[in-house]
């Protein structure tokens, strides 16, 4: 069994930053990689950051390149992700998840097998 705990989402006003994190428990020594997906009000889910668990590759989506940076602690089996120059339109609840094979792309949610509860970012104008 495997759980997924996000924290440190909030409010914040457009230019500011936040940083997100993502603990994990139970069985992760199966894990390939992790990822960041937000949903927003009436639209789907959509991806944001990955990263591979052992080979050091992160991924972006093209909205998010160059203001968020994805990153892992071993010692902690957490995975943060570090948002600046946030804008309204990255206001959503943000998941993270895990993944156990490389059989999908990163940026696939159907590759996913492990979600958190989501935690809430919202910015402001």
């Known amino acids: 069994q495997v759980t997924l705990v996000e924290s440190g989402g909030g409010l914040v006003q457009a230019g500011g930053s936040l940083r997100l994190s993502c603990v994990a428990s139970?069985?992760?020594?199966?894990?390939?990689?992790t990822g960041w997906f937000r949903q927003a009000p009436g639209k789907e889910r959509e991806f944001v950051a990955a990263e591979t668990w052992g080979g050091g590759n992160t991924y972006y989506a093209d909205s998010v390149k160059g203001r968020f940076t994805i990153s892992r602690d071993n010692a902690k089996k957490s995975v943060d992700l570090q948002m600046n120059s946030l804008k309204p339109e990255d206001t959503a609840v943000y998941y993270c998840a895990a993944r156990s094979t490389s059989a999908r792309s990163p940026s696939d949610f159907n590759g996913y097998n492990y979600w958190g509860q989501g935690t809430q970012v919202t910015v402001s104008s």
């Open positions: 139970g069985r992760t020594f199966n894990f390939y990689g």
